[in-house]
């Protein structure tokens, strides 16, 4: 079963009553009067209460029941239906919603089903302000969709704090763990990017097309809408390409890291060759090695040892492998 959060009646931009669905369409069509219903995981049950009421068309009825529609704007006669992903950052990760609005003449009816903030803050800001909220079923439309726009540029700003801890480490050696965050962290960006890109197509609707439900006069405030949609998938990308960069230069700094130990083991490893050759032929015990009947023939081999490996050390330091 779903959840009424609330049904209310307003009038000159102030709150006249708290309702019931039955008698929401009643008040709906009385003059200088409209309702807003907020309704959270309906059932059928209660979306076919609201269809009896406000005449409600099927297809935006069975969008509204099952959800997982991608953004879009669409006109069913007196009725705007109007779907838009939402975005809530939990424990890191980014969980995803969706909110269906009904809009027309004397009602606005919001669907929420999975992650979102409530939008009881911003039921309270429009009734804080009478003014605005005497516009009538376009202003609610505008703050609620500004509402879900808004999450979007918090869930990005809470993610850029993080990918920028990252990047304040990105000269460390990469470990697995930090590895894995990269990872989720650009696949949490991508995630929003999909959520947010078509809401600037559903903004774009709201401003230019003949809606029902939205004043001509009231257009423009979708534009601004539109821009801070914008500015959050331009932010997206820019994190994207932050972890990105952090990533490559994690990669070529541990290459370089691993190029330097290869060096200085292969510096050791010569220099550890060459007493392992002499000592490998003098130990090979044959009778026929003149130095073997020298007197001197055991000192000799210790210099030649001692200072051939003196030598490529001192090369190899020169050069900066060892």
Wanted: one cysteine or more; a negative charge; charged letters at 25%.
């Amino acid at each position: 079963m779903g959840k009424v959060i609330a049904a209310t009646a307003y009038s000159a931009g102030r709150k006249v009553a708290d309702i019931s669905i039955a008698e929401s369409g009643e008040w709906a069509n009385r003059p200088g009067h409209f309702v807003w219903i907020g309704i959270e995981a309906p059932s059928e049950h209660e979306l076919r209460a609201l269809q009896k009421q406000f005449g409600l068309h099927e297809l935006a009825l069975e969008d509204a029941l099952n959800a997982h529609q991608r953004p879009k704007v669409e006109v069913y006669g007196d009725t705007s239906f109007l779907v838009l992903r939402t975005a809530f950052l939990i424990d890191g990760h980014i969980a995803l919603g969706e909110t269906e609005i009904f809009v027309g003449k004397g009602y606005v009816i919001s669907v929420r089903h999975g992650a979102s903030a409530s939008y009881t803050r911003v039921r309270q800001c429009a009734e804080a302000t009478p003014k605005q909220l005497s516009h009538g079923e376009d202003y609610v439309v505008y703050a609620i969709v500004d509402f879900i726009v808004d999450n979007y540029l918090i869930v990005v700003e809470k993610l850029a704090a993080e990918v920028e801890a990252l990047e304040d480490h990105v000269l460390e050696p990469l470990d697995e763990t930090r590895v894995a965050r990269i990872y989720e962290l650009r696949r949490e960006l991508q995630k929003l990017h999909l959520v947010a890109a078509p809401a600037v197509e559903v903004c774009r609707r709201l401003e230019h097309a003949d809606i029902p439900g939205i004043d001509a006069d009231f257009r423009p405030y979708f534009r601004d809408i539109g821009d801070h949609v914008n500015r959050a998938l331009e932010q997206i990308n820019s994190l994207r390409e932050m972890l990105g960069f952090a990533f490559e230069a994690g990669l070529l700094l541990e290459s370089s890291r691993q190029g330097a130990i290869g060096r200085r083991l292969t510096g050791w490893a010569a220099i550890l060759a060459v007493p392992t050759a002499i000592a490998g032929i003098y130990g090979m015990n044959f009778k026929n090695m003149p130095e073997l009947e020298w007197q001197y023939g055991y000192f000799a081999a210790l210099g030649v040892i001692f200072s051939t490996c003196f030598y490529l050390f001192y090369r190899f330091r020169k050069a900066g492998w060892i």
